[in-house]
């Protein structure tokens, strides 16, 4: 059975109650950024309101790519990941179109989280970079990039930690 | 058993004074915005405690683990609140920096005696 991942190499060699520190760590992590992200985005809407004559306005394209990597997020880690080692053999009704949706469905994720990131850049060239504004409603535009690398960094985090608890569950089985 | 009783008392004490640095940190300035980081310290343990409980009450399921990360997860994301809140208040303008520092110590040592109360609870419960 082909590994999918390159990471599966040298994480079994942990003892085994770090692992489940890993598992807990790592989740409270998770959350952390994706909170930090979004407390971030707050910070940026909050400043945008408060300053006085601004010279661009805060519009719903700028809560546009927190929102894609949110959704993006929640797609990418509600995918059981055996899904995916399942094809090839087996009911070739049953098994192997369930791989090939999980892995659309992983696809769509993913493409929520990088397109999330790319928005909130594109929207940092476009409405604060090219206009020339000033450091502190340059400031504004930073937020939205931060928030969509601190959901995209959850996102790592929390797929990393629970798919490789799951590889080391396999592994232990077949010990 | 006295020891017990020490920590007990020190631990209500801590309380008081976050509550009190807290409460400060609005009444001093007359603005009570960061009175919400309270509820967020305090309900903070809560996702915890229900999603944990989950847990013990059947170990071998696989839909428990994930309940519990789902509880770990809000608990991260209401402690970090509680720190980002006063911050963002603070960086806008509408509260000052001492009130702001205030209110984070108050929070911390809110959430702080509720964690140490919790695991003391728990070890005592163990044997």
């Given at each position: 059975m082909a590994r999918i991942f390159v990471w599966n190499c040298n994480l079994p060699r942990l003892p085994s109650a770090w692992r489940e520190q890993l598992r807990d760590v790592g989740t409270y992590a998770s959350g952390a950024l994706f909170t930090l992200g979004w407390w971030v985005f707050i910070d940026g809407l909050v400043m945008s309101r408060t300053l006085?004559?601004?010279?661009?306005k805060f519009g719903f394209e700028d809560w546009i790519p927190g929102l894609l990597c949110t959704l993006g997020m929640i797609i990418t880690n509600s995918i059981d990941l055996t899904l995916l080692r399942d094809d090839g053999f087996g009911y070739s009704s049953g098994g192997g179109g369930l791989a090939g949706k999980a892995k659309l469905t992983l696809f769509i994720g993913i493409a929520l989280l990088a397109g999330g990131v790319a928005g909130s850049l594109a929207i940092l060239a476009i409405k604060y970079i090219v206009p020339g504004v000033d450091a502190s409603v340059l400031y504004i535009g930073f937020t939205n990039v931060i928030q969509t690398v601190c959901l995209l960094l959850a996102s790592i985090v929390l797929w990393f930690v629970h798919n490789s608890e799951h590889d080391n569950n396999y592994n232990f089985v077949l010990n | 058993m006295s020891a017990g009783v020490k920590t007990i008392v020190g631990l209500s004490v801590c309380l008081a004074c976050g509550f009190l640095l807290s409460i400060l940190s609005c009444a001093l300035y007359g603005?009570?915005?960061?009175?919400?980081v309270v509820f967020t310290y305090a309900l903070a343990p809560l996702p915890n405690g229900l999603f944990g409980r989950y847990v013990s009450s059947d170990p071998l399921a696989d839909v428990g683990s994930s309940v519990a990360d789902f509880g770990r997860f809000l608990t991260s994301m209401l402690v970090v609140s509680g720190f980002g809140l006063p911050l963002v208040l603070a960086h806008s303008g509408i509260i000052t920096t001492p009130a702001m520092m205030m209110s984070i110590g108050g929070g911390m040592l809110v959430y702080g005696t509720i964690i140490v109360y919790g695991t003391l609870f728990r070890a005592q419960s163990d044997f």
């Open positions: 006085e004559n601004s010279p661009v | 603005n009570w915005w960061p009175l919400v």
